[in-house]
Protein backbone atom coordinates (compact mmCIF):
# COMPACT_ATOMS: atom_id res chain seq x y z
CA UNK A 1 0.00 0.00 0.00
CA UNK A 2 2.89 2.24 0.46
CA UNK A 3 4.07 2.18 -2.98
CA UNK A 4 0.85 2.86 -4.12
CA UNK A 5 0.80 5.87 -1.92
CA UNK A 6 3.02 7.50 -3.35
CA UNK A 7 2.50 7.22 -7.06
CA UNK A 8 -0.88 8.69 -5.98
CA UNK A 9 0.83 11.57 -4.16
CA UNK A 10 3.31 11.60 -6.86
CA UNK A 11 0.89 12.06 -9.72
CA UNK A 12 -1.33 14.65 -7.42
CA UNK A 13 1.93 16.71 -6.64
CA UNK A 14 2.98 16.61 -10.23
CA UNK A 15 -0.02 17.05 -11.93
CA UNK A 16 -0.76 20.27 -9.66
CA UNK A 17 2.46 21.38 -10.05
CA UNK A 18 2.41 21.71 -13.87
CA UNK A 19 -0.81 22.97 -13.51
CA UNK A 20 0.13 26.55 -11.35
CA UNK A 21 2.75 27.03 -13.46
CA UNK A 22 0.47 26.99 -16.61
CA UNK A 23 -1.55 29.77 -14.41
CA UNK A 24 1.46 31.76 -13.25
CA UNK A 25 2.82 31.55 -17.19
CA UNK A 26 -0.37 33.12 -18.32
CA UNK A 27 -0.57 35.33 -15.56
CA UNK A 28 3.55 36.53 -16.15
CA UNK A 29 2.25 36.40 -19.80
CA UNK A 30 0.01 39.49 -18.94
CA UNK A 31 1.69 41.29 -16.43
CA UNK A 32 4.36 41.71 -19.51
CA UNK A 33 1.92 43.21 -21.79
CA UNK A 34 0.49 45.77 -19.30
CA UNK A 35 4.31 46.38 -19.17
CA UNK A 36 5.43 46.95 -22.19
CA UNK A 37 2.08 49.29 -22.80
CA UNK A 38 3.95 51.63 -20.10
CA UNK A 39 6.76 53.97 -22.60
CA UNK A 40 7.94 54.84 -18.97
CA UNK A 41 9.46 51.64 -17.96
CA UNK A 42 12.20 49.47 -19.22
CA UNK A 43 12.54 45.99 -20.13
CA UNK A 44 14.86 44.44 -17.33
CA UNK A 45 12.48 46.74 -14.66
CA UNK A 46 8.72 44.97 -16.45
CA UNK A 47 10.31 41.14 -16.07
CA UNK A 48 11.35 42.26 -12.88
CA UNK A 49 8.44 43.26 -11.38
CA UNK A 50 5.75 40.62 -13.59
CA UNK A 51 8.52 38.00 -11.65
CA UNK A 52 8.15 39.47 -7.88
CA UNK A 53 4.53 39.36 -8.08
CA UNK A 54 4.69 35.35 -8.83
CA UNK A 55 4.52 34.46 -5.34
CA UNK A 56 1.48 36.07 -4.21
CA UNK A 57 -0.25 34.66 -6.98
CA UNK A 58 0.99 31.29 -6.84
CA UNK A 59 -0.19 31.75 -2.89
CA UNK A 60 -4.05 32.60 -4.18
CA UNK A 61 -3.98 30.16 -6.91
CA UNK A 62 -2.75 27.27 -5.42
CA UNK A 63 -6.23 26.20 -4.49
CA UNK A 64 -7.51 26.32 -7.78
CA UNK A 65 -4.10 24.89 -9.73
CA UNK A 66 -4.54 21.88 -7.15
CA UNK A 67 -8.22 21.17 -8.12
CA UNK A 68 -7.30 21.30 -11.64
CA UNK A 69 -4.39 19.19 -11.68
CA UNK A 70 -5.57 16.83 -9.22
CA UNK A 71 -8.78 15.97 -12.12
CA UNK A 72 -6.58 16.14 -14.60
CA UNK A 73 -3.85 13.65 -12.85
CA UNK A 74 -6.63 11.18 -11.64
CA UNK A 75 -8.60 11.41 -14.76
CA UNK A 76 -5.75 10.44 -16.81
CA UNK A 77 -5.20 7.68 -14.46
CA UNK A 78 -9.02 6.79 -14.54
CA UNK A 79 -8.94 6.85 -18.41
CA UNK A 80 -5.94 4.21 -18.40
CA UNK A 81 -8.20 2.09 -16.19
CA UNK A 82 -5.21 2.00 -13.84
CA UNK A 83 -8.32 3.19 -11.21
CA UNK A 84 -10.59 0.48 -11.91
CA UNK A 85 -7.13 -2.09 -11.41
CA UNK A 86 -6.55 -0.55 -8.28
CA UNK A 87 -10.37 -1.25 -6.91
CA UNK A 88 -10.32 -4.84 -8.89
CA UNK A 89 -6.84 -5.38 -6.43
CA UNK A 90 -9.00 -4.97 -3.36
CA UNK A 91 -8.29 -0.99 -2.66
CA UNK A 92 -11.10 0.87 -1.06
CA UNK A 93 -12.19 4.07 -2.71
CA UNK A 94 -11.21 5.93 0.68
CA UNK A 95 -8.07 4.19 0.71
CA UNK A 96 -7.20 5.97 -2.79
CA UNK A 97 -8.34 9.22 -1.42
CA UNK A 98 -5.82 8.86 2.17
CA UNK A 99 -3.47 8.34 -1.05
CA UNK A 100 -4.20 11.40 -2.75
CA UNK A 101 -4.61 13.42 0.34
CA UNK A 102 -1.08 12.69 1.12
CA UNK A 103 0.23 14.35 -1.74
CA UNK A 104 -2.13 16.91 -0.97
CA UNK A 105 -0.66 17.19 2.68
CA UNK A 106 2.98 17.85 0.33
CA UNK A 107 1.40 20.41 -1.92
CA UNK A 108 -0.27 22.43 1.47
CA UNK A 109 2.98 21.96 3.44
CA UNK A 110 4.40 23.93 0.22
CA UNK A 111 1.42 26.42 -0.54
CA UNK A 112 1.91 27.46 3.54
CA UNK A 113 5.13 28.18 3.01
CA UNK A 114 5.46 30.69 0.00
CA UNK A 115 2.83 32.75 1.92
CA UNK A 116 4.80 33.27 4.65
CA UNK A 117 8.33 33.49 3.47
CA UNK A 118 8.30 34.16 -0.38
CA UNK A 119 5.38 36.29 -0.34
CA UNK A 120 6.39 39.21 2.07
CA UNK A 121 9.88 38.74 1.05
CA UNK A 122 8.48 39.53 -2.67
CA UNK A 123 6.25 42.26 -1.40
CA UNK A 124 9.08 44.04 -0.28
CA UNK A 125 10.99 44.14 -2.93
CA UNK A 126 8.11 45.28 -5.49
CA UNK A 127 7.37 47.96 -3.04
CA UNK A 128 11.24 48.97 -3.58
CA UNK A 129 10.97 49.07 -7.39
CA UNK A 130 8.03 51.11 -7.37
CA UNK A 131 9.83 53.38 -5.59
CA UNK A 132 7.43 53.56 -2.62
CA UNK A 133 9.65 54.72 0.23
CA UNK A 134 9.11 53.36 3.66
CA UNK A 135 8.54 56.82 4.95
CA UNK A 136 6.22 57.84 2.33
CA UNK A 137 4.32 54.16 3.29
CA UNK A 138 3.60 55.58 6.74
CA UNK A 139 2.33 58.57 5.92
CA UNK A 140 -1.45 56.76 6.46
CA UNK A 141 -3.06 59.92 8.55
CA UNK A 142 -5.80 62.07 6.95
CA UNK A 143 -3.12 64.79 7.47
CA UNK A 144 -0.17 63.25 5.76
CA UNK A 145 1.58 62.23 9.23
CA UNK A 146 1.94 58.63 11.16
CA UNK A 147 -0.92 58.48 13.76
CA UNK A 148 -0.45 55.56 16.30
CA UNK A 149 -2.09 54.82 19.25
CA UNK A 150 -0.97 53.26 22.48
CA UNK A 151 -3.14 53.28 25.45
CA UNK A 152 -4.16 57.11 26.45
CA UNK A 153 -1.36 58.14 24.38
CA UNK A 154 -1.93 58.92 20.46
CA UNK A 155 1.28 59.43 18.82
CA UNK A 156 1.55 61.89 15.68
CA UNK A 157 5.00 62.21 13.39
CA UNK A 158 5.02 64.75 11.13
CA UNK A 159 8.02 63.32 9.50
CA UNK A 160 8.31 59.46 9.74
CA UNK A 161 11.68 58.50 8.26
CA UNK A 162 11.41 54.57 8.75
CA UNK A 163 9.56 52.22 11.22
CA UNK A 164 12.32 53.03 13.80
CA UNK A 165 13.11 57.07 12.93
CA UNK A 166 10.50 59.72 13.68
CA UNK A 167 11.30 63.31 13.11
CA UNK A 168 9.06 66.44 14.81
CA UNK A 169 7.13 64.15 17.01
CA UNK A 170 3.85 64.70 19.26
CA UNK A 171 2.43 62.14 21.82
CA UNK A 172 -0.66 63.58 23.35
CA UNK A 173 -1.81 61.75 26.64
CA UNK A 174 -5.36 61.48 27.22
CA UNK A 175 -7.27 60.95 31.15
CA UNK A 176 -11.12 59.66 31.10
CA UNK A 177 -11.27 61.33 27.56
CA UNK A 178 -9.55 64.60 28.67
CA UNK A 179 -6.11 66.04 27.09
CA UNK A 180 -3.78 66.68 30.12
CA UNK A 181 -0.31 66.48 28.34
CA UNK A 182 1.57 67.27 25.49
CA UNK A 183 4.84 66.04 25.04
CA UNK A 184 7.04 67.01 21.48
CA UNK A 185 9.95 65.93 20.43
CA UNK A 186 12.68 67.22 17.45
CA UNK A 187 13.13 63.41 16.80
CA UNK A 188 12.58 59.64 18.41
CA UNK A 189 14.75 56.62 17.78
CA UNK A 190 13.89 53.26 18.61
CA UNK A 191 16.22 51.56 21.29
CA UNK A 192 16.61 48.60 22.99
CA UNK A 193 12.63 48.03 23.07
CA UNK A 194 11.68 51.41 23.90
CA UNK A 195 11.39 55.15 22.23
CA UNK A 196 13.83 57.44 22.90
CA UNK A 197 12.75 61.11 22.63
CA UNK A 198 15.27 64.05 21.50
CA UNK A 199 15.08 67.57 22.01
CA UNK A 200 11.47 67.30 24.39
CA UNK A 201 9.00 69.45 25.81
CA UNK A 202 6.30 67.81 28.12
CA UNK A 203 3.49 70.28 28.98
CA UNK A 204 1.25 69.82 31.74
CA UNK A 205 -2.37 71.09 31.01
CA UNK A 206 -5.32 72.17 32.41
CA UNK A 207 -8.34 69.86 31.83
CA UNK A 208 -9.81 71.10 28.06
CA UNK A 209 -13.51 69.91 26.74
CA UNK A 210 -13.74 66.39 26.44
CA UNK A 211 -12.15 64.96 22.90
CA UNK A 212 -14.38 62.16 22.30
CA UNK A 213 -12.05 58.94 22.10
CA UNK A 214 -14.40 56.22 20.98
CA UNK A 215 -13.02 52.60 21.72
CA UNK A 216 -12.57 51.17 18.13
CA UNK A 217 -11.70 53.76 16.15
CA UNK A 218 -8.91 53.59 14.24
CA UNK A 219 -5.28 55.44 15.42
CA UNK A 220 -5.23 59.08 12.85
CA UNK A 221 -9.14 58.67 11.60
CA UNK A 222 -10.18 61.90 10.48
CA UNK A 223 -12.43 62.51 13.28
CA UNK A 224 -10.03 62.63 16.03
CA UNK A 225 -7.47 65.00 14.20
CA UNK A 226 -10.65 66.75 13.49
CA UNK A 227 -11.49 67.47 17.65
CA UNK A 228 -7.65 67.53 18.07
CA UNK A 229 -7.13 70.55 16.18
CA UNK A 230 -10.52 72.19 17.29
CA UNK A 231 -9.20 73.22 20.05
CA UNK A 232 -6.89 76.36 20.21
CA UNK A 233 -5.11 74.73 23.23
CA UNK A 234 -3.39 71.91 20.98
CA UNK A 235 -1.83 74.48 18.82
CA UNK A 236 -1.42 77.41 20.77
CA UNK A 237 -1.72 75.76 24.58
CA UNK A 238 -3.22 78.18 26.61
CA UNK A 239 -3.81 76.36 30.20
CA UNK A 240 -0.44 75.51 30.17
CA UNK A 241 0.16 74.55 33.83
CA UNK A 242 3.71 73.46 34.10
CA UNK A 243 6.53 72.83 30.91
CA UNK A 244 9.88 70.88 31.23
CA UNK A 245 12.24 70.25 28.77
CA UNK A 246 14.85 67.27 28.30
CA UNK A 247 17.63 66.33 26.07
CA UNK A 248 16.07 62.90 25.99
CA UNK A 249 13.06 61.01 27.04
CA UNK A 250 12.12 57.94 27.16
CA UNK A 251 8.46 56.80 25.81
CA UNK A 252 7.10 53.63 26.90
CA UNK A 253 4.38 53.18 24.62
CA UNK A 254 4.33 49.53 22.72
CA UNK A 255 4.57 50.55 19.57
CA UNK A 256 7.71 48.76 17.91
CA UNK A 257 8.79 49.01 14.49
CA UNK A 258 7.45 45.53 13.60
CA UNK A 259 4.03 47.01 14.62
CA UNK A 260 4.25 50.08 12.27
CA UNK A 261 5.74 48.10 9.11
CA UNK A 262 2.49 45.97 9.49
CA UNK A 263 0.10 49.10 9.36
CA UNK A 264 1.38 49.80 5.89
CA UNK A 265 1.73 46.58 4.19
CA UNK A 266 -0.95 44.81 2.58
CA UNK A 267 -2.37 42.13 5.84
CA UNK A 268 -2.51 39.51 2.99
CA UNK A 269 0.80 39.48 2.07
CA UNK A 270 1.95 39.48 5.88
CA UNK A 271 3.46 36.24 7.39
CA UNK A 272 0.89 34.98 10.39
CA UNK A 273 3.77 36.06 13.06
CA UNK A 274 3.58 39.55 12.25
CA UNK A 275 -0.57 39.53 12.11
CA UNK A 276 -0.48 38.18 15.45
CA UNK A 277 1.43 40.60 16.85
CA UNK A 278 -0.43 43.76 15.17
CA UNK A 279 -3.72 41.83 16.11
CA UNK A 280 -2.64 41.93 19.80
CA UNK A 281 -1.57 45.53 19.47
CA UNK A 282 -4.99 46.23 17.94
CA UNK A 283 -6.46 44.74 20.54
CA UNK A 284 -4.95 45.69 23.63
CA UNK A 285 -5.93 49.23 22.40
CA UNK A 286 -9.38 48.66 21.74
CA UNK A 287 -8.83 49.27 18.11
CA UNK A 288 -10.73 46.90 15.66
CA UNK A 289 -8.61 44.33 14.36
CA UNK A 290 -11.42 42.06 11.75
CA UNK A 291 -9.59 43.00 8.79
CA UNK A 292 -6.06 41.48 10.24
CA UNK A 293 -7.82 38.39 12.05
CA UNK A 294 -9.30 37.61 9.03
CA UNK A 295 -6.09 37.88 6.96
CA UNK A 296 -4.63 35.67 9.60
CA UNK A 297 -7.23 33.12 9.91
CA UNK A 298 -7.68 32.94 5.70
CA UNK A 299 -3.75 31.94 6.37
CA UNK A 300 -4.85 28.73 7.73
CA UNK A 301 -7.45 28.23 5.51
CA UNK A 302 -5.53 28.44 2.18
CA UNK A 303 -3.81 24.91 3.10
CA UNK A 304 -7.32 23.45 4.31
CA UNK A 305 -8.82 24.52 0.64
CA UNK A 306 -6.05 23.04 -1.13
CA UNK A 307 -6.80 19.57 0.88
CA UNK A 308 -10.68 20.13 0.32
CA UNK A 309 -10.32 21.10 -3.43
CA UNK A 310 -8.41 17.55 -3.79
CA UNK A 311 -11.09 16.05 -1.57
CA UNK A 312 -13.55 17.14 -3.60
CA UNK A 313 -11.87 15.59 -7.41
CA UNK A 314 -11.92 12.40 -5.89
CA UNK A 315 -16.15 11.23 -6.61
CA UNK A 316 -16.17 13.61 -9.51
CA UNK A 317 -13.26 11.18 -11.42
CA UNK A 318 -14.88 8.22 -10.29
CA UNK A 319 -18.14 9.18 -11.59
CA UNK A 320 -18.21 12.20 -14.27
CA UNK A 321 -15.13 12.87 -14.90
CA UNK A 322 -14.29 8.91 -15.81
CA UNK A 323 -16.34 8.96 -19.14
CA UNK A 324 -14.59 12.75 -19.71
CA UNK A 325 -12.09 14.03 -22.22
CA UNK A 326 -9.14 16.56 -20.74
CA UNK A 327 -11.35 19.07 -21.80
CA UNK A 328 -14.55 17.89 -20.21
CA UNK A 329 -12.54 17.83 -16.83
CA UNK A 330 -10.62 21.81 -17.34
CA UNK A 331 -13.86 22.99 -17.68
CA UNK A 332 -15.43 21.19 -14.83
CA UNK A 333 -12.03 22.06 -12.70
CA UNK A 334 -12.78 25.81 -13.66
CA UNK A 335 -16.03 26.13 -12.47
CA UNK A 336 -15.52 24.58 -9.33
CA UNK A 337 -12.45 26.85 -8.52
CA UNK A 338 -14.57 29.75 -9.35
CA UNK A 339 -17.13 28.76 -7.69
CA UNK A 340 -14.77 28.56 -4.52
CA UNK A 341 -12.88 31.85 -5.19
CA UNK A 342 -16.24 33.21 -5.45
CA UNK A 343 -18.07 31.97 -2.14
CA UNK A 344 -14.74 32.73 -0.52
CA UNK A 345 -14.67 36.43 -1.31
CA UNK A 346 -18.32 36.75 -0.51
CA UNK A 347 -17.39 35.03 2.73
CA UNK A 348 -14.59 37.12 3.48
CA UNK A 349 -16.24 40.62 2.43
CA UNK A 350 -19.75 39.26 4.64
CA UNK A 351 -17.73 38.94 7.61
CA UNK A 352 -16.38 42.43 7.96
CA UNK A 353 -19.70 44.12 6.58
CA UNK A 354 -22.07 41.89 9.23
CA UNK A 355 -19.49 41.37 11.99
CA UNK A 356 -18.80 37.85 11.43
CA UNK A 357 -16.17 36.21 13.04
CA UNK A 358 -13.34 36.00 11.00
CA UNK A 359 -12.49 32.46 11.70
CA UNK A 360 -16.24 31.58 10.54
CA UNK A 361 -15.65 33.77 7.47
CA UNK A 362 -12.28 32.49 6.49
CA UNK A 363 -13.11 28.60 7.30
CA UNK A 364 -16.71 28.14 6.05
CA UNK A 365 -16.00 27.59 2.00
CA UNK A 366 -13.12 25.37 2.90
CA UNK A 367 -15.01 23.36 5.45
CA UNK A 368 -18.07 23.04 3.12
CA UNK A 369 -16.12 21.73 -0.28
CA UNK A 370 -14.25 19.47 2.36
CA UNK A 371 -17.81 18.36 3.46
CA UNK A 372 -18.84 17.89 0.03
CA UNK A 373 -15.73 16.11 -1.07
CA UNK A 374 -16.21 13.56 1.87
CA UNK A 375 -20.38 12.84 1.07
CA UNK A 376 -19.23 12.27 -2.26
CA UNK A 377 -16.33 9.84 -1.72
CA UNK A 378 -18.88 7.93 0.74
CA UNK A 379 -20.95 7.84 -1.73
CA UNK A 380 -18.56 6.24 -4.53
CA UNK A 381 -19.50 2.46 -4.99
Not at 75 to 88: D, I, P, S
Not at 200 to 219: F, K, N, R, T, Y
Request: hydrophobic share 55%; no cysteine; proline share 5%.
Amino acid sequence: MWILTGYLARVVIGASLVALVAILALDFVFALVDGVADARKETGDILIEAALGVPELAYEAFPFATLIGTLMGLGALAARQELTAMRAAGVSVLQIAAAVLAGGLVLALFATAIGEYLVPQAERQAAAMRGVAEADRLRTGPDGALWARVGDDFLRAERPRSSAHLERVTVYRFDSGRLVKRIEAADAHYWRDRWVFSAVAVMELAPLPEVIVAPGEEPGASALFAQLSAYPGVIGVPGLIQQERFEQWQWDGALSPEVLGVVVADPRSLPAGQLATYIRYLEANELDSAQYRLALWEKVATPLATLAMILVTVPLVFTAARSSGAGQRIVLGILLGAGFFLLNRAFGQAGIVYGLPPSLAALLPALLFMAVGVWGTLRVR
